[in-house]
């Protein structure tokens, strides 16, 4: 009834008041009328300004708050007081659009109001604007992202929709303090509301958690400040969640990396969508993110979780910070990034299926590297299976697995050829013939060219390709699958020769080739493998020029110093340190000098022009960066402009 207040009630505080509360006894009812009738309110856009009601009105002062002149909080105040509920404003601080987690609040950029009304013997907290709105994430420009759903393939084309609820958001009405303070800082601490309250430096750390957090019943398990510093280039990041809808949630994550403009035109932010290992286990979300060694930087970390049975007016659940001041030494990505995640989750329930022997998504194989997965079937159904390895070939994985179906239970026995991580991809459908052309001969052409093109052989896919165009066969979606594997397989060998030879010449030529944005999504992390190498290539060629156009009283003004500063004297050695040198004949300056001063074949100049970093060892890479680890290029620019141009190659 309230959510429809008649117009010519709703032109006065006291008549508007009088229609939303009559009939109703407690004052928590009379509190939630008001409550619903401001937060349901959609304010037209009136062209001319006569025609707005006067602002002493309730509907004249929604329109104050459209041209930003009134608020919510004061709305909610007056009408509360109309029927004798003592209600204040707060003021504080917020949390609000335009926060970026970790950053410190800032007094003016993020001041806000909101309400405590007194009921039932008690201060409770509302916040009447938030209510009206359901946020989904927000984007501030600062960020790139780097991994999202949208990156993710597992090789299964499906349809994606999204639905929109539109609905109020009732976690700011009533909210428990404990948890109100996580979005929300007032002036007076007193209007905390908690038996210890806290400081502003304390609500600047804590998580980042937005009301859908609380509605699914989520807890904070590992990190308890919204800053999360990476350990050897690793996060392990886990959120405990409810025993009832564990096995139903589903948790998706996006990760942007913070945009620096020293780094804008010159390289593409590298993709973490294979670096990211989400599962979930007792009850427990588990999120480990891995940084290779070139990924080190500022990161952002949204965190978004779905129950199919309660659909909320957003599912973004949290923001985490996340700064890794330098990647793993080794890091390899995973096999595949799966759209469904790891383990054994709702599509089983599609087919019958439930896991006997794993449910979860990480499996320890046994001493003998064999593993064997069970599950027991209901419906007659049809399985394919894949292994795979970042670096090992699906076709050559083929032999290391294996299925047994019997007594109403699929066995899969897996066997991988070595050590490492390895992802089982298990694929179901009801079972059925394919129907092929009548011709037996034909019929067994399109079941040969079916299987190369599973398996992946360059070779046999050509050699099929070229039976089908000689006899004909008629093209039912296989032959342009077949077209297409070996299209991605070709691309696939050259761009992969041509990271192994460092070829920047022959990964633009490759490149600037694959046009076809869906080739590039079905190469996956080769792509962005290729280029963050060309990236890097482009730069090198570029600072290696940087070094070559160095005028020769540039060099010289680095020779003559005859007791350089710290920063100079590092960054020479580790100069000389990738040239080959050892550091044992770089400790002392003169000894720098005099290989400064060298001409010919032997000049500075020439052996940067020459240098191959193909050939670099990884002691003298990790020596070099741990040198040039304690400076920054502003500290070596300030002591010699020289010195920081070989800073920067």
């Known amino acids: 009834?309230?959510?429809?207040?008649?117009?010519?009630?709703?032109?006065?505080?006291?008549?508007?008041?009088?229609?939303?509360?009559?009939?109703?006894?407690?004052?928590?009812?009379?509190?939630?009328?008001?409550?619903?009738?401001?937060?349901?309110?959609?304010?037209?856009?009136?062209?001319?300004?006569?025609?707005?009601?006067?602002?002493?009105?309730?509907?004249?002062?929604?329109?104050?708050?459209?041209?930003?002149?009134?608020?919510?909080?004061?709305?909610?105040?007056?009408?509360?007081?109309?029927?004798?509920?003592?209600?204040?404003?707060?003021?504080?601080?917020?949390?609000?659009?335009?926060?970026?987690?970790?950053?410190?609040?800032?007094?003016?950029?993020?001041?806000?109001?909101?309400?405590?009304?007194?009921?039932?013997?008690?201060?409770?907290?509302?916040?009447?604007?938030?209510?009206?709105?359901?946020?989904?994430?927000?984007s501030t420009g600062k960020w790139a992202l780097v991994d999202c759903p949208d990156f993710h393939d597992d090789g299964i084309q499906r349809s994606r929709s999204f639905i929109i609820y539109s609905m109020i958001n009732d976690f700011f009405f009533l909210t428990d303090p404990e948890k109100f303070i996580t979005k929300c800082f007032p002036k007076d601490n007193r209007w905390q509301l908690l038996e210890h309250p806290i400081t502003k430096e304390h609500f600047e750390d804590l998580p980042f958690l937005q009301p859908s957090f609380y509605e699914l019943g989520l807890q904070v398990d590992s990190h308890n400040n919204c800053v999360i510093h990476a350990v050897d280039g690793k996060v392990n990041l886990t959120l405990k969640i409810p025993e009832e809808s564990a096995n139903r949630l589903q948790f998706l994550y996006k990760i942007y990396k913070l945009r620096c403009p020293e780094d804008e035109g010159e390289y593409d932010y590298y993709h973490l969508e294979r670096y990211v290992l989400h599962y979930c286990k007792d009850n427990i979300a588990y999120f480990e993110i891995r940084f290779p060694p070139i990924a080190g930087g500022d990161y952002k970390l949204e965190l978004h979780c779905k129950d199919p049975e309660r659909p909320m007016p957003s599912d973004w659940i949290c923001d985490y910070r996340i700064i890794c001041g330098s990647g793993m030494e080794e890091c390899f990505p995973l096999p595949v990034a799966p759209y469904i995640g790891w383990g054994a989750g709702p599509e089983l329930d599609k087919y019958g299926l439930s896991p006997l022997s794993h449910r979860y998504g990480v499996v320890d194989c046994d001493e003998d590297l064999t593993t064997l997965v069970k599950f027991s079937m209901d419906s007659d159904v049809e399985f394919h299976t894949e292994l795979l390895h970042y670096s090992t070939s699906k076709s050559e994985l083929n032999k290391c697995i294996d299925q047994e179906i019997c007594d109403g239970k699929a066995t899969f026995i897996v066997s991988p050829p070595h050590e490492g991580e390895f992802a089982l991809q298990i694929f179901c459908k009801n079972r059925g013939e394919l129907q092929y052309n009548n011709n037996p001969s034909l019929s067994d052409l399109r079941n040969r060219l079916i299987q190369a093109t599973e398996n992946g052989d360059y070779d046999e896919l050509a050699s099929a390709l070229e039976e089908c165009k000689k006899r004909g066969l008629e093209d039912r979606g296989?032959?342009?699958?077949?077209?297409?594997?070996?299209?991605?397989?070709?691309?696939?060998?050259?761009?992969?020769?041509?990271?192994?030879?460092?070829?920047?010449?022959?990964?633009?030529?490759?490149?600037?080739?694959?046009?076809?944005?869906?080739?590039?999504?079905?190469?996956?992390?080769?792509?962005?493998?290729?280029?963050?190498?060309?990236?890097?290539?482009?730069?090198?060629?570029?600072?290696?020029?940087?070094?070559?156009?160095?005028?020769?009283?540039?060099?010289?003004?680095i020779r003559s110093y005859p007791k350089p500063p710290a920063a100079v004297h590092g960054v020479m050695v580790a100069t000389f340190l990738l040239l080959g040198n050892k550091e044992i004949e770089l400790k002392k300056w003169s000894k720098v000098q005099g290989l400064i001063s060298k001409r010919g074949k032997e000049s500075l100049k020439r052996r940067v022009a020459s240098f191959d970093n193909s050939k670099l060892h990884p002691a003298a890479l990790r020596r070099v960066k741990t040198i040039l680890a304690r400076y920054d290029i502003d500290t070596v620019q300030i002591a010699s402009a020289g010195a920081a141009t070989f800073y920067q190659w």
């Not at 009559?22 to 009379?30: G, I, P, R």
């Not at 761009?495 to 190469?523: C, F, H, Q, V, W």
Request: charged share 30%.
């Open 1 to 138: 009834m309230y959510l429809k207040a008649p117009e010519e009630v709703a032109g006065s505080y006291t008549s508007l008041v009088e229609y939303l509360v009559k009939d109703l006894d407690s004052d928590l009812a009379k509190l939630r009328a008001i409550y619903y009738w401001i937060v349901t309110q959609k304010v037209p856009v009136l062209l001319c300004q006569k025609d707005i009601p006067s602002p002493d009105t309730p509907v004249g002062y929604l329109h104050l708050i459209r041209q930003k002149k009134g608020t919510y909080s004061k709305l909610l105040a007056s009408m509360c007081r109309k029927t004798g509920l003592p209600c204040v404003v707060i003021n504080g601080l917020a949390k609000s659009v335009g926060y970026d987690v970790g950053e410190k609040v800032d007094l003016k950029k993020f001041k806000n109001s909101w309400n405590a009304v007194y009921i039932e013997g008690d201060w409770r907290l509302v916040h009447p604007y938030w209510a009206a709105l359901s946020a989904r994430g927000y």
């Open 478 to 557: 296989d032959v342009h699958n077949a077209r297409r594997k070996l299209c991605l397989e070709r691309i696939n060998r050259e761009i992969r020769e041509a990271i192994s030879n460092r070829d920047l010449e022959m990964l633009e030529r490759t490149m600037n080739t694959l046009s076809d944005t869906s080739l590039k999504k079905d190469l996956g992390r080769l792509v962005d493998d290729a280029e963050a190498v060309r990236t890097r290539l482009r730069k090198l060629k570029r600072l290696r020029h940087a070094v070559l156009e160095m005028d020769q009283k540039t060099i010289s003004e």
